[in-house]
């Protein structure tokens, strides 16, 4: 299967300071990539779908002007979490579609742990 | 809401297969089965999917019901490192927008054991 990677696969910050965590596609284009959050136990909860070259579009209850997103290239999105806080403590992990000819997959990064203390 | 219903859990024996069900009785005629894995503090591991017939990869089997309201993954040589949450999502393939989105549910914890 293609290979998404995910940039850093861990974080600790201190409380107030923002984290960017980076997904690309490393052997396919992806117009779509998306972004999803675990919490422990849990299962994963989709936060947004990133459209290159367009504005993301995020699910109800996530808020935008926290968790920003830009899709900058068919290879590379990018989830920055401004001014973190202890409750956005979680398992980050992004996907990305492969679409084309008789394929639609999306494939999974390793995800980035991330700590807030 | 996951649009599929799978058993909270399971157990195999190493070697055995593992059977797998999922229920997805309000499934459309457009939408197909797709079958992911997650391993512990792993991102999910996309493993077959399918449409109405069955289908078999080097990972695994998929059987489909001929009124499509249920499938079963098949596992033909369950290893200790098969031991993940299996998730069951049912979706639209090939076209954009929300339909085509991923929706986890709390999938089936299959505990392959020596």
């Known amino acids: 299967g293609a290979v998404v990677s995910q940039h850093p696969s861990r974080v600790i910050c201190k409380s107030g300071t923002s984290v960017k965590i980076e997904c690309r596609s490393l052997?396919?284009?992806?117009?779509?990539m998306f972004w999803y959050r675990q919490f422990p136990k849990q299962s994963l909860m989709l936060m947004a779908t990133?459209?290159?070259?367009?504005?993301?579009?995020?699910e109800q209850g996530v808020e935008k002007d926290k968790f920003l997103i830009n899709h900058a290239s068919l290879t590379l999105s990018t989830l920055t979490v401004t001014s973190a806080h202890p409750e956005d403590s979680s398992f980050y992990i992004c996907?990305?579609?492969?679409?084309?000819?008789?394929?639609?997959?999306?494939?999974f990064g390793p995800g980035t742990r991330l700590t807030v203390l | 809401d996951a649009k599929t219903t799978q058993p909270p859990s399971m157990d195999c024996a190493e070697g055995r297969a593992a059977n797998l069900p999922c229920n997805h009785s309000?499934?459309?005629?457009?939408?197909?089965v797709y079958w992911y894995r997650q391993i512990h503090s792993q991102g999910p591991q996309y493993i077959i999917h399918g449409l109405k017939n069955n289908e078999t990869n080097e990972m695994a089997s998929l059987i489909i019901t001929e009124d499509r309201k249920s499938s079963t993954l098949i596992l033909p040589h369950a290893t200790l490192r098969d031991t993940a949450v299996y998730y069951c999502?049912?979706?639209?393939?090939?076209?954009?927008?929300?339909?085509?989105?991923?929706?986890f549910g709390k999938g089936t914890k299959l505990s392959v054991k020596p």
């Open positions: 990133s459209n290159e070259g367009s504005k993301a579009t995020y």
């Open positions: 996907s990305a579609r492969q679409l084309g000819g008789s394929t639609d997959t999306q494939y």
């Open positions: 999502i049912v979706r639209v393939a090939g076209y954009g927008g929300s339909q085509g989105n991923l929706i």
């Open positions: 309000t499934i459309s005629g457009n939408e197909y």
């Open positions: 052997d396919f284009q992806a117009t779509t």
